[in-house]
């Protein structure tokens, strides 16, 4: 092979190396994307996200902990006739090759009694346990 | 009813009697001219061909009433009376600060309402929390949670949010005057104890203190701006 076509293929591998996106979570784990919080100064917040369950069995989220809140819990909110409803729930049901939506109005991941307060435009880490996956650490963005 | 009547009226005489001439034959006949006019436009305004009256974006109460009265004190521990904040648009909502989704939601709309305002509208604007849980929501706790959205607002206008409070009897009156529930529901498993089912509507009551409208959760904002913004200028008229 001539210096010239080697580099070439180098540069050619490299680039392709770096353009390749990285999925979130490996090859067939728990993707997390979108994660963000509620700024909040005392009291409760939630963070929300899209999990997707990128393997071809079914997982399930049960537990998430952070060091930001005194507990974190699972909640769902339901609107019935209009009235508001939030109760804890076991855990987030994640089909094979499937994904679940926390999302405002609906599921979330409660964060009870804040350690701190929250601004929008920080990170905060965020501990998600899944029952086949394992512990998943992610970055969640606090917003207003 | 014709609220616009008036002001054309004014123009249309300024448009017949450029001069203010007085008048003679000349201005008799103008005079008829003009009343043949009026009259034209008004059968125009009926027929819906000119801008028709604005038309609540809300769920608009059937038979608007007063306001049913608010029994509560705020969270600097002064009595709430309806009767002191006339002239204004009243924004009501029942929550609870433990509620971490649909209640700072909620406030956060009407927050964003009171930026979008001119500071003059804004001035006749009040939004008003009332508190399903006393006993978790003190004044103190209320005070510091609706702070939070106050300084959202990045403003030294400050919107003044009103955090009410009072004990059950109080609060169930004031829930049945507005057709409003909450329910307590114990979650012994979970760190919050339990928590608050709750209506979750904002009421509107207009700057004469009649309960004129309701927007369910989840209304567009665009849609709360505009009706609080042509309350207050309803509110404004002579």
């Known amino acids: ?144 | 009813m014709f609220p616009k009547t008036q002001p054309l009226t004014a123009r249309l005489n300024t448009l017949a009697h450029p001069a203010r001439r007085p008048a003679g034959a000349a201005g008799r006949s103008r005079r008829t001219l003009s009343r043949v006019c009026l009259a034209l436009l008004a059968s125009l305004l009926l027929a819906g061909c000119l801008p028709t009256a604005y038309k609540l974006r809300g769920v608009p109460y059937e038979r608007p009433r007063p306001a049913p009265a608010l029994p509560l004190t705020d969270q600097a521990g002064r009595p709430f009376a309806l009767a002191d904040h006339r002239g204004k648009v009243l924004a009501i909502y029942f929550g609870y600060t433990f509620c971490p989704d649909v209640c700072p939601i909620t406030l956060a709309q009407l927050t964003q309402v009171w930026r979008e305002l001119g500071a003059a509208e804004a001035a006749r604007f009040q939004p008003v929390f009332v508190t399903v849980d006393p006993d978790r929501d003190t004044p103190a706790v209320l005070t510091r949670y609706l702070a939070a959205f106050d300084n959202a607002v990045g403003s030294d206008r400050g919107l003044g949010f009103i955090g009410l409070h009072g004990p059950a009897d109080a609060l169930a009156a004031a829930l049945a005057g507005y057709g409003a529930q909450a329910i307590k529901r114990p979650h012994p498993s979970s760190a919050t104890g339990y928590s608050m089912d709750h209506t979750a509507s904002i009421f509107v009551i207009d700057a004469t203190g009649t309960l004129v409208e309701w927007f369910p959760y989840g209304a567009a904002e665009n849609d709360i701006l505009a009706d609080v913004r042509h309350l207050i200028q309803q509110g404004s008229r002579p």
């Open chain 1, 1 to 144: 092979m001539k210096p010239n076509a080697f580099l070439l293929l180098t540069l050619v591998l490299v680039l392709a190396a770096a353009c390749t996106p990285v999925e979130p979570g490996g090859p067939a784990g728990i993707a997390v994307t979108d994660a963000w919080a509620r700024a909040a100064v005392t009291g409760n917040s939630a963070a929300y996200m899209t999990l997707r369950n990128k393997s071809t069995v079914a997982d399930r989220l049960v537990k998430a902990e952070s060091d930001v809140a005194g507990a974190v819990e699972l909640h769902k909110t339901t609107m019935e006739g209009g009235m508001m409803k939030m109760a804890p729930v076991d855990g987030v049901d994640l089909p094979a090759q499937g994904q679940a939506e926390l999302k405002p109005g609906g599921l979330h991941v409660m964060l009870i009694g804040l350690t701190r307060e929250l601004r929008a435009g920080e990170k905060i880490k965020l501990k998600l346990y899944f029952e086949k996956a394992g512990m998943q650490e992610v970055d969640v963005e606090v917003r207003k």
